[in-house]
Antibody, heavy 119, light 110 residues
Framework: QVQLVQSGAEVKKPGASVKVSCKASGYTFSGYYMHWVRQAPGQGLEWMGW????????RYAQRFQGWVTMTRDTSINTVYMELNRLKLDDTAVYYC????????????WGQGTLVTVSS | QSVLTQPPSVSAAPGQKVTISCSGSSSNIGATYVSWYQQLPGAAPKLLIY???QRPSGIPDRFSGSKSGTSATLGITGLQTGDEADYYC???????????FGGGTKLTVL
């Protein structure tokens, strides 16, 4: 079965960077876009962008451009999301989510990684 | 503010039916497919409905979805206490070239 396993919780200071990983298994890694979605405490879901594991191509939400980098390592079926210049309000749970077959939904989600930004 | 608009909360008694609305625009719901997600407390979102009205394998037929114009609706019948969760609608926005979500609706089963 499809599994997305994310790296553990992180605590960072303002201005630092964080890199979250998402290891995929149970399907052909290169065949599906992977999205990143974040959720601030008590808030809704926010789409950050996607990466295509085969080509490495990316598209980021406008508000994250120049600030987020998504990469992949096909040798270990893992995608990464790095967020730079962290601010206090970047405190959130970050999810990776696999693209559905029609491309308009997210059919499998990682367990989430809590990133806490605190001085 | 979320691009898609949902009511903050809905409630109903066990065994009853509830609907959750999701309103968008011609660049998102009006142009693409709608999906719905259930998020139980402390858990990751889970896909409930995709392509407006399709249920993934394992999702009971108590859950249904529909779309009309720039709005969509999630229906849940035979409510159970285990259905208490936050529900989110999602779509692709062709103007933003990105994913968008509703602000979420908290379902309380009284």
């Amino acid at each position: 079965q499809v599994q997305l396993v994310q790296s553990g919780a992180e605590v960072k200071k303002p201005g630092a960077s964080v890199k979250v990983s998402c290891k995929a298994s149970g399907y052909t890694f290169s065949g599906y876009y992977m999205h990143w979605v974040r959720q601030a405490p008590g808030q809704g879901l926010e789409w950050m962008g996607w990466i295509h594991p085969n080509s490495g191509g990316t598209r980021y939400a406008q508000r994250f451009q120049g600030w987020v980098t998504m990469t992949r390592d096909t040798s270990i079926n893992t995608v990464y999301m790095e967020l730079n210049r962290l601010k206090l309000d970047d405190t959130a749970v970050y999810y990776c989510a696999r693209d559905g077959d029609s491309g308009y939904y997210y059919d499998n989600w990682g367990q989430g990684t809590l990133v806490t930004v605190s001085s | 503010q979320s691009v898609l608009t949902q009511p903050p909360s809905v409630s109903a008694a066990p065994g009853q039916k509830v609907t959750i609305s999701c309103s968008g625009s011609s660049s998102n719901i009006g142009a693409t497919y709608v999906s719905w997600y259930q998020q139980l407390p402390g858990a990751a979102p889970k896909l409930l409905i995709y392509d407006n009205d399709q249920r993934p394998s394992g999702i009971p037929d108590r859950f249904s979805g529909s779309k009309s114009g720039t709005s969509a609706t999630l229906g849940i019948t035979g409510l159970q206490t285990g259905d208490e969760a936050d529900y989110y609608c999602g779509a692709w926005d062709t103007s933003l070239s990105g994913g968008v979500f509703g602000g979420g609706t908290k379902l309380t089963v009284l």
